[in-house]
């Protein structure tokens, strides 16, 4: 079984101002990561993944992120925010493996960020 | 291209009342995943559906059923319904419901069960 944790239910920031949206996960064997955005009264929206290869991930909005597989992170950066980034972000696993979970993703909790002019 | 739609958009039901939600996947996508979102939470897998087949179920109840029609699209049923399935239910449509695959996402049903 797999889980994910996201270590800030809220992030505050100002605009142009850096980001970092924590993610760790628990697995037994390898995974799949991604990131996905939620603005209000919308469905998810895919903003990167990491499915193999370099572990700096890029994705759409400018964010991106790196997988590290020692400490099982997966944080999502951007440099600079804008108040159209302000969203609900969750970060997401699945198995690379067979059995049931064939095609599941486990969520995290979520994190708000709000960005304030 | 149109996205992944969902019927309806908001829902009130009352406890122990059966309601049925439903899915159409982008065109060309032959998997379609069912996840529950309650408030304050992330989305819950409940089920991933490919070429009509079953092929994964989360930790729900036997209360909680899905079905694929010949044209990819999906019902989810929910049979005596609880205040605690009140939820947004979002619907998730796949190429092939590959590990890897993108899972596009519709805008979800929003069940409110009094």
């Known amino acids: 079984a797999q889980s994910v944790t996201q270590l800030d239910s809220q992030v505050p920031v100002f605009e142009e101002a850096p980001v970092e949206l924590r993610c760790n996960y628990s697995s037994s064997v390898s995974v799949y990561l991604f990131w996905y955005v939620q603005y209000p009264n919308q469905g998810l929206q895919l903003l990167l993944k990491y499915l193999s290869g370099s572990t700096l991930v890029k994705g759409i909005n400018g964010f991106e992120a790196e997988f590290n597989k020692s400490q099982t992170s997966f944080h999502l950066r951007k440099p600079s925010v804008h108040i159209s980034d302000t969203a609900e972000y969750f970060c997401?696993?699945?198995?690379?493996?067979?059995?049931?979970?064939?095609?599941?993703?486990?969520f995290g909790q979520g994190t708000i960020l709000t960005v304030h002019p | 291209d149109a996205g992944v739609t969902q019927s309806p958009t908001h829902l009130i039901k009352t406890r122990g009342q059966h309601v049925t939600l439903r899915c159409s996947p982008i065109s060309g996508h032959k998997s379609v995943s069912w996840y529950q979102q309650v408030l304050g939470q992330g989305p819950q897998f409940i089920f991933q559906?490919?070429?009509?087949?079953?092929?994964g179920r989360g930790n729900f109840p036997d209360r909680f059923s899905a079905r694929q029609f010949p044209n990819y699209s999906s019902e989810l049923n929910v049979n005596a319904l609880l205040l605690g399935d009140s939820a947004l239910y979002l619907c998730a449509s796949s190429l092939s419901g590959g590990r890897h695959n993108e899972q596009f996402f519709g805008p979800g049903t929003r069940l409110t069960v009094l």
């Open positions: 559906y490919y070429e009509k087949e079953e092929r």
């Open positions: 997401a696993v699945s198995d690379q493996t067979g059995g049931t979970s064939y095609g599941k993703l486990t």
